[in-house]
């Protein structure tokens, strides 16, 4: 059989089938001499912020060594999580543009209450393990949000737009734990849907729906450097995978009668 030679764009083509998301020419653009973020740009500013918010990231990895074992415990972790969290907190009000603070919010609410904090139920690796459902709710309501935020004030106003390194880092975490949320959610939920409130577009959502926002997030995730998340985005998209079954049916049916005898 002779040797087939692709096209860039037939390549492109079926680059797309396997991942829908994909986009070749999306590539991020970064500049190192850019302000850290795009929004606070007076470097002392920025230090002060950062310093708060890197004693309270010092403080959740301690707890998280003590919970390994590999520090005596010398507290109650999950109240220390939540001043961790009220901390971060306390940054936010103070500047709501500071989208690290968000991202870092909601990291340790999904360490709290776990992935499937939007079904009301409880994760056996989260810390809490009991609580009313309207503290859970709340507390998914604000990890998403946070996260929603942090995108939005971070996201660049066009494709081609530089980007910090710092920015860059802080959208491909942001837009990997709403991806983790919505997967683990879909994993998770029955037929039934959530309910989180009139004001989240989630609770209209079905398991289906949950699977397509995972993956379009890991997908960005994976585009602004996170390559776990870009190899997740085609695992877990219900697109990508149902046209995977049908490209290799069709090539099934193709080639094999060439090898019949």
């Known amino acids: 059989m002779a040797a087939v030679i692709l096209s860039q764009h037939d390549a492109n083509v079926l680059e ?3 991942d829908p998301e994909s986009n070749s020419s999306a590539s991020v653009l970064v500049d190192p001499s850019l302000p850290k973020d795009p929004l606070i740009t ?6 002060r912020i950062s310093q708060r918010e890197r004693d309270v990231v010092l403080s959740v ?12 415990v010398t507290s109650d972790p999950i109240k220390d999580y939540h001043s961790a969290v009220s901390r971060l907190g306390d940054i936010i009000s103070e500047y709501p543009k500071y989208a690290s603070a968000r991202n870092n919010r909601a990291q340790a609410l999904r360490r709290l209450y776990g992935d499937t904090m939007l079904l009301q139920t409880f994760n056996p690796r ?3 393990q009991a609580c009313d459902g309207q503290e859970i709710i709340k507390a ?3 990890a998403l949000s946070d996260l929603d935020e942090a995108i939005r004030l971070l996201t660049p106003k066009s494709l081609f737009a530089l980007v910090s390194p710092q920015t860059g880092k802080i959208l491909s975490l942001a837009y990997t734990q709403r991806a983790a949320i919505y997967h683990m959610t879909a994993k998770s939920m029955s037929d039934s849907r959530i309910y989180l409130g009139e004001d989240r577009k989630e609770t209209e959502w079905t398991r289906i729906k949950f699977e397509e926002a995972a993956s379009r997030d890991f997908a960005q995730g994976g585009r602004f450097g996170n390559e776990i998340a870009k190899q997740l985005a085609v695992s877990t998209n219900p ?3 149902l046209c995977g079954q049908m490209v290799r049916e069709a090539l099934k049916k193709e080639y094999e009668p060439a090898y019949e005898d």
């Open 16 to 18: 797309k089938i396997k």
């Open 42 to 47: 007076d470097p002392s500013v920025y230090e």
């Open 61 to 72: 990895q301690q707890l998280e060594m003590q919970l390994a074992g590999l520090k005596p």
């Open 126 to 128: 989260a810390l809490v």
């Open 140 to 142: 998914a309501k604000t």
């Open 239 to 241: 697109t990508a995978k």
